[in-house]
């Protein structure tokens, strides 16, 4: 099946449903062809600097470290891969969302990690070679199993057995290669150069992202509300929030550090969310997709913010609580003290 076919029974199974229940079509929007094809380019631009940027992050010598113990790898991978997918999926179901709702939602939790939990690793004290790790493996185990979750769990749905652009999606993921091994070849024989680069491309990405948010708004700026409905808002906030603690819960009972438990929690719960885009804007036509492309940007949005509250917790909680040498340095006086007053 190619990404026309799917394109066009995804429209016309979204556009006989009904959004909420009131019989509204979300699928309708005038986008211009120029402003259209603007978006699309920002959105691949945004997408080649996030996996240059993750690419100039990737040591081969620490990927190879921890490759040969893979207990912690393994697990991340299924947290990432298991957890999020079954997340969206028991999301999109329990609130009953029609099919482009759905298959969005289902494309944002079978997405694998994204750049950002690295940042959010640090914040939390986490294992940060684990972390560029996990957004490594997971970036390229997401060719053959984003594509294979996405299969299985809209089998579930109805309207969407056949009518997922597969296509598109793997063309997306499979650009990301070039970028992605352009940046872990300047971190291998150019190393000096691969801050340089990260920096630039965190400008150009700041300016891409503006610019792209500006141009959405300005396009749906009529049916913006659609992304603001309770069922959308409800994913937004709890698809990360699960993602974090079940992460941590997974690494806990599997006997994982809490460094190493920390780590695989930030990145279950973060997303590619430049990944995300890139496949809702490119794979799906806007007259199909409607306003739900900016979806992603409402899940990063919640995603950081908790986050980043978890991390402030964390702090606290570190702050709080005294460390376990001094504890032990406590013990010892005490007993010390209390052997001086024996006769």
């Known amino acids: 099946m190619n990404g026309t076919t799917g394109n066009m029974e995804t429209a016309n199974v979204y556009n006989n449903g009904n959004l909420s229940g009131n019989g509204s079509r979300t699928g309708i929007m005038n986008i211009s062809a120029s402003m259209n094809m603007a978006m699309n380019i920002l959105t691949i631009a945004i997408l080649f600097i996030t996996m240059i940027s993750i690419g100039?992050?990737?040591?081969?010598?620490?990927?190879?470290?921890?490759?040969?113990?893979?207990?912690?790898?393994?697990?991340?991978?299924?947290?990432?891969?298991?957890?999020?997918?079954?997340?969206?999926?028991?999301?999109?179901?329990?609130?009953?969302?029609?099919?482009?709702?759905?298959?969005?939602?289902?494309?944002?939790?079978?997405?694998?990690?994204?750049?950002?939990?690295?940042?959010?690793?640090?914040?939390?004290?986490?294992?940060?070679?684990?972390?560029?790790?996990?957004?490594?493996?997971?970036s390229l185990a997401a060719f053959g199993l984003m594509p294979l979750l996405l299969y299985i769990l809209c089998q579930w749905f109805s309207g969407l057995e056949n009518a997922v652009p597969y296509i598109g999606i793997i063309t997306t993921l499979v650009s990301t290669l070039v970028p992605c091994g352009f940046g872990i070849l300047i971190n291998h024989y150019k190393p000096a150069y691969a801050s340089t680069v990260k920096q630039v491309g965190l400008s150009i990405l700041l300016v891409s992202t503006i610019v792209l948010v500006i141009l959405s708004s300005f396009a749906v700026k009529d049916v913006i509300w659609m992304i603001l409905m309770p069922d959308i808002l409800s994913v937004a906030v709890l698809m990360p929030l699960i993602g974090f603690t079940l992460g941590y819960v997974m690494s806990s009972i599997c006997k994982l550090s809490p460094q190493f438990s920390r780590t695989i929690s930030m990145e279950t719960g973060c997303q590619n969310i430049q990944l995300c885009t890139a496949i809702l804007k490119v794979a799906f036509s806007p007259q199909v997709i409607g306003p739900m492309f900016l979806f992603p940007l409402l899940?990063?949005?919640?995603?950081?913010?908790?986050?980043?509250?978890?991390?402030?917790?964390?702090?606290?909680?570190?702050?709080l609580k005294p460390p376990a040498a001094d504890i032990r340095m406590e013990y010892y006086v005490d007993v010390k003290q209390e052997e001086v007053k024996q006769p």
């Open 56 to 138: 100039c992050t990737m040591e081969i010598s620490k990927i190879k470290a921890h490759l040969l113990k893979p207990k912690g790898v393994a697990i991340a991978l299924l947290a990432q891969f298991c957890i999020m997918p079954l997340t969206a999926f028991c999301l999109a179901k329990s609130l009953q969302m029609d099919p482009i709702k759905a298959v969005t939602v289902l494309i944002c939790g079978c997405c694998p990690g994204g750049s950002l939990s690295n940042l959010f690793s640090l914040l939390v004290e986490g294992d940060m070679n684990l972390s560029i790790v996990m957004t490594t493996c997971s």
């Open 299 to 319: 899940y990063m949005t919640f995603q950081c913010t908790e986050a980043i509250i978890l991390a402030l917790f964390f702090r606290c909680y570190k702050t």
